[in-house]
């Protein structure tokens, strides 16, 4: 009998054993197929990559060819109507490389060198454009000018193709420039694309001399944060910035986010839990500790205050918090919240790119959201341009049938990151409302704004 049942128990471990085996076969041959299906979709996702970068490189190269061929052709145009079209098509093509040059996975001191150049003759030749435009030819420095851009343009052409040769020959794999940028570029390339970098480098600042007030000048390319004031500060301090801007009185605790590195501006980020357990998410720059977003979460059941109320606080508010001298422009209701957008007034002047928005409950008035980059970005206090136009002779230009209903100086950005001094008339043409400006300089009509009134606030477009 006892061996009967020490054969049963034999049996049932070699079943046991053998179902163990084959669960560990099973799980063994899932881990392979798992680690040869992630292989494969990695190695597909890192071809695709390089073939964007690829394409994006190629694409560069070809318009960094059109710029150059179009200044060769600005060079002998005859017209102011040729060439004032030569000029549009080389802003065209130089903004068109710069987006694909931004595509590319290197950050080098080279790289931002070309950057400039391409913003750079891309907002002159703009400017020269509008000259033609208006009927002016260009003057002996003008000319001069497009002769030295258009040989740095051929020197560029020639290290880029270089650099096109390194990459067919197996030198550059941009999936490696992604990881180590600046290292990687200075080990791939060839010591040909090196010189030929070096001296691009060094040719370039042969062009200081086309860097002045205007649209391509020195500080409209450059990364410089002009209302980003004060030394760098460490966490530490970026949290008793946060925990005093909301008040210290109204925060149950607070937790850190983490330090950015990847947006405008490099940042603390925290998120704060309140006294009745509503969440703020709030950003404080690294340098200088400014507040540059707040957002809280709190819902509006009942509108309570005007909108006239709401600007009055949030105006209080800016003051309070050192944003002096600011001025209501439009603004949006949604869910018992409105978000105004306030811009800075100087020697009033309203400044559009220093621009504050806030977002502020209608029902008791309390500020719940706050985003400062406009105003970080631009503020400073300019030196404003001499009013040549008065504003009678600025409206003596403005359509016959705009009804005006107020006048007023404002500097308003462009979108080739330049500012205009203008003159602002609001005024109205059968029922719509616009928004005209006009150039304090040489009575450009610089843009027109279409102001759409609806139940929920005052937009433009």
Not at 71 to 78: D, F, R
Not at 113 to 124: C, E, G, I
Not at 433 to 441: A, G, S, T
């Amino acid at each position: 009998m006892n061996k009967v049942v020490n054969k049963l128990k034999e049996w049932e471990n070699k079943i046991k054993d053998k179902r163990l085996f084959s669960i560990i076969i099973v799980l063994v041959a899932v881990l392979i197929i798992l680690g040869i299906y992630t292989y494969s979709k990695n190695q597909e996702y890192r071809q695709a990559s390089e073939n964007a970068y690829n394409m994006a490189f190629f694409q560069l190269i070809e318009y960094v060819q059109n710029v150059e061929t179009y200044l060769a052709k600005s060079l002998i145009s005859s017209s102011a109507e040729q060439g004032a079209e030569t000029l549009t098509n080389i802003w065209r093509e130089a903004n068109l490389a710069s987006a694909y040059l931004s595509q590319i996975p290197i950050e080098s001191n080279e790289l931002e060198k070309t950057a400039k150049f391409l913003n750079q003759v891309s907002d002159y030749s703009y400017s020269l454009s509008r000259k033609n435009i208006k009927g002016e030819d260009l003057s002996g420095e003008d000319i001069k000018n497009l002769e030295e851009l258009h040989q740095y343009s051929i020197d560029l052409e020639n290290t880029l193709n270089q650099l096109s040769v390194d990459m067919s020959e197996g030198r550059i794999n941009w999936n490696d420039l992604t990881k180590n940028q600046i290292f990687s570029f200075a080990q791939q390339v060839s010591n040909i694309s090196k010189d030929s970098f070096s001296n691009l480098e060094e040719n370039f600042h042969e062009y200081s001399g086309l860097i002045y007030d205007g649209a391509f000048s020195e500080h409209m390319t450059s990364s410089e944060k002009k209302g980003l004031t004060g030394e760098k500060i460490d966490e530490q301090e970026a949290e008793k910035i946060a925990k005093e801007f909301i008040g210290k009185d109204k925060v149950k605790s607070i937790e850190s986010n983490g330090k950015s590195e990847n947006g405008d501006i490099d940042c603390f980020a925290f998120t704060v839990t309140l006294n009745n357990d509503n969440k703020c998410y709030i950003t404080i720059s690294e340098k200088g500790g400014h507040v540059i977003f707040m957002d809280c979460d709190r819902q509006v059941l009942a509108e309570s205050i005007s909108q006239e109320e709401a600007d009055k606080k949030g105006k209080q508010f800016l003051e309070e918090k050192g944003f002096a001298s600011m001025k209501e422009t439009y603004y949006l209701k949604q869910n018992g919240i409105v978000t105004i957008n306030y811009a800075y007034l100087q020697d009033g002047v309203t400044i559009y790119p220093d621009l504050i928005k806030l977002k502020i409950a209608l029902d008791n008035g309390e500020i719940l959201g706050i985003e400062t980059t406009g105003y970080l970005n631009s503020h400073e206090e300019r030196k404003l341009k001499e009013v040549k136009i008065s504003k009678e002779e600025a409206r003596k230009n403005l359509n016959k049938n705009l009804e005006i209903k107020s006048e007023n100086l404002a500097i308003i950005p462009t979108e080739w990151k330049t500012e205009i001094l203008c003159w602002e008339f609001k005024g109205k043409i059968d029922e719509m409302d616009f928004l005209v400006y006009v150039n304090v300089e040489d009575g450009t009509e610089e843009d027109i704004l279409l102001i759409v009134n609806t139940p929920n606030g005052t937009l433009t477009h």
